[in-house]
T-cell receptor, first 115, second 108 residues
């Protein structure tokens, strides 16, 4: 168990809908990262938050947004869903801000299926 | 974002042989290079990492080498075992940009 909790584990929804994925980082970790992993694909970095503030943006679509709350949990919002958004979404956390690097601990992922 | 190229995309080796996976990157400011292993249906987990002030790091059957001048780093697995079969990702930098992954199959 990495200490990173993601909910829900599975999500099935229809095209055009909006969903929210939730991530609780390890106790004490201030950075949260979100990744998308499509079938047989790599880990696509979406966005990073540190202590409530956005720190880095990757290839995140405009239909997607995220935030980190004062208790440090994070939510990834996906809207106007398309079939191609079906993927495994991981969040990861690490203790430090950018500039100090350390291992990222991954959650078990949320498998999103858009039908 | 960062550009990380990882090769090969698939690799099959006989049990007991060695496996080598290589990653190249573009940002010369990168100073942290982790390797993650993802077993089927599971989350990625760190197996070894290296920082830019070190050229090589070893942990039992796993080693990572770094060539900062050439901007590449490699994962070496010796005496491979069937449980080494997984997808391996290299990563760089603070934002953990990852390579496209290498699917390693160890044939008993």
């Amino acid at each position: 168990d990495s200490g990173v909790t993601q909910t829900p584990k599975h999500l099935i929804t229809a095209t055009g809908q909006r969903v929210t994925l939730r991530c609780s980082p390890r106790s004490g970790d201030l950075s949260v990262y979100w990744y998308q992993q499509s079938l047989d694909q790599g880990l696509q970095f979406l966005i990073q938050y540190y202590n409530g503030e956005e720190r880095a943006k990757g290839n995140i679509l405009e239909r997607f947004s995220a935030q980190q709350f004062p208790d440090l949990h994070s939510e990834l919002n996906l809207s106007s869903l398309e079939l191609g958004d079906s993927a495994l979404y991981f969040c990861a956390s690490s203790p430090y801000a950018t500039g100090v690097t350390a291992e990222a601990f991954f959650g078990q992922g949320t498998r999103l299926t858009v039908v | 974002g960062e550009n990380v190229e990882q090769h090969p995309s698939t690799l099959s080796v006989q049990e007991g042989d060695s496996a080598v996976i290589k990653c190249t990157y573009s940002d010369s400011a990168s100073n942290y290079f982790p390797w993650y292993k993802q077993e089927l249906g599971k989350r990625p987990q760190l197996i070894i990492d290296i920082r830019s002030n070190v050229g090589e790091k070893k942990d039992q059957r796993i080693a990572v080498t770094l060539n900062k001048t050439a901007k590449h780093f490699s994962l070496h697995i010796t005496e491979t075992q069937p449980e080494d079969s997984a997808v391996y990702f290299c990563g760089i930098g603070n934002q953990f940009y990852f390579g496209t992954g290498t699917s390693l199959t160890v044939i008993p």
